[in-house]
């Protein structure tokens, strides 16, 4: 049973264009969601995070929107470069202290200058 | 950032063979943990570690595997014996604290081949 989906499994976008990366969830005790970049060859690397009390968070060229009712979050990459060209997983954590980061299958992004 | 170091950075071993893991988490951490990544796709979690005992483990976490972290320092994923299933790249990471909006910091990954 898959706790945490992404999709799409690969996305394409031009230099300067916009990716939009989505994440879904079943369980209702997550409460953190951190998505992670990961180049090849190398581990996974926070990125940016969002807590269940908010509906969206920015840094830089980097949108994390929420929505609770649904169970849904997305990850908008503004002004994408070759260099964000990596892997992303979206990964969520329940409240209760210690508990396993559950990662998405994760999306591969490629864009193209 | 903080740094997690990871050795060896791959390993091959015959099926059968005991093999295990070395993490070097960053240094003021409490919580450890392992997961299990194919091909570039998934990051499986597999266990989480906290003064000196197993918190959680998912169904990937045979029999056959065991963790430690001996003398406080090097955090170990030991799996005895291994099998040909068994081949992936392990990921080790640590957190400060275990609650959940806490980062967990991961190494770069050993790479298990079992022939």
């Known amino acids: 049973q898959q706790q945490v989906r992404q999709s799409p499994q690969s996305l394409t976008v031009w230099e300067g264009e916009t990716a939009i990366l989505n994440c879904s969830y079943e369980?209702?005790?997550?409460?953190?969601f951190p998505w992670y970049q990961q180049f090849p060859g190398e581990g996974p690397a926070l990125l940016i995070s969002?807590?269940?009390?908010?509906d969206k968070k920015e840094d830089g060229r980097f949108t994390i929107f929420f929505n609770k009712r649904e169970k849904k979050l997305s990850l908008h990459i503004a002004d994408s470069q070759p260099g964000d060209s990596a892997t992303y997983f979206c990964?969520?954590?329940?409240?209760?202290?210690?508990?396993?980061?559950?990662f998405g299958t994760g999306t591969t992004v490629s864009v193209s200058p | 950032g903080p740094k997690v170091l990871q050795i060896p950075s791959h390993q091959i071993i015959d099926m059968g063979q005991m093999v295990t893991l070395n993490c070097d988490p960053v240094?003021?951490?409490?919580?450890f943990y392992w997961y299990k990544q194919i091909l570039g796709q998934q990051m499986e979690f597999l266990v989480n570690?906290?003064?000196?005992?197993?918190?959680?483990k998912s169904k990937l976490f045979k029999d056959q595997f065991s963790v430690e972290r001996p003398d406080g320092s090097y955090f170990t994923l030991k799996i005895q014996p291994t099998a040909l299933e068994d081949s992936a790249v392990y990921f080790c990471?640590?957190?400060?604290?275990?609650?959940?909006?806490?980062?967990?910091?991961f190494g770069a990954g050993t790479r298990l081949s079992v022939l």
């Open positions: 369980n209702s005790a997550f409460d953190y």
């Open positions: 990964a969520a954590r329940a409240y209760q202290g210690g508990r396993a980061l559950i």
């Open positions: 969002i807590l269940s009390v908010s």
């Open positions: 990471a640590s957190s400060l604290l275990g609650v959940s909006q806490n980062t967990l910091y």
């Open positions: 570690f906290y003064n000196g005992k197993v918190m959680e």
């Open positions: 240094s003021n951490h409490l919580y």
